[in-house]
């Protein structure tokens, strides 16, 4: 009678699921598509008791990683010196936007971009996707969730995030008491659209 060998078994087993997982793996379809950097734009909304600001922003790179069609990651690069003002014209949107960039807010000469990399992407169906991401600004990275919708190429969402995380402290009750009516609202609104 034939002895079996259960190491060689166990052995040709190994080799024998390693082998389905890396074909299976290897099926997988993976597809970059970077951003159009032109065509793809940031719009800010920064809000106080009496009034608020727009403005726009512009992205120095990024892209989004789809695996057999479906969102799996992306990784962003805002340029912070493009912020811009769209409410005012002349001196007095060339006044706000230099004090955006000062140190009283994004400290834009020494911190000059800002990221977001996707750490979790759940798809919820029809294109629409729950997104957790790290924001990094002034150094600093906190997390925020959004949602993201992609159509064909290209996506969009609404991100709200709280500036006092990202030590942004002019104007903030969340670091100043009795401001009162110079009160800026912490939170701040950015609609994204990606071309790719």
């Not at 979790?120 to 990275?141: L, R």
Request: hydrophobic letters at 40%; a negative charge; proline letters at 1%.
């Amino acid at each position: 009678m034939k002895t079996i060998n259960t190491h060689t078994m166990k052995k040709n087993t190994f080799t024998l699921l390693l082998g389905l997982a890396l074909t299976a793996s290897s099926m997988l379809v993976a597809q970059v598509k970077t951003i159009d950097l032109a065509e793809s734009s940031i719009q800010w909304t920064g809000t106080k008791l009496t009034s608020g600001h727009t403005g726009t922003l512009t992205f120095n790179s990024g892209d989004l990683s789809f695996t057999d069609g479906k969102l799996s990651a992306g990784n962003f690069v805002v340029n912070m010196a493009s912020i811009n003002c769209t409410d005012l014209e002349g001196e007095y949107a060339q006044k706000l936007i230099g004090h955006l960039k000062s140190d009283d807010f994004f400290s834009v000469e020494k911190h000059p971009e800002a990221t977001l990399v996707f750490n979790n992407v759940h798809d919820n169906g029809d294109g629409v996707y729950h997104i957790t991401g790290d924001f990094t600004i002034k150094g600093i990275t906190s997390p925020a969730m959004f949602e993201l919708v992609v159509t064909d190429n290209t996506a969009v969402t609404k991100v709200v995030l709280d500036r006092s995380k990202y030590n942004v402290r002019y104007g903030s009750d969340s670091f100043f008491d009795n401001l009162g009516d110079k009160v800026i609202s912490d939170n701040f609104d950015l609609v994204v659209t990606l071309k790719m």
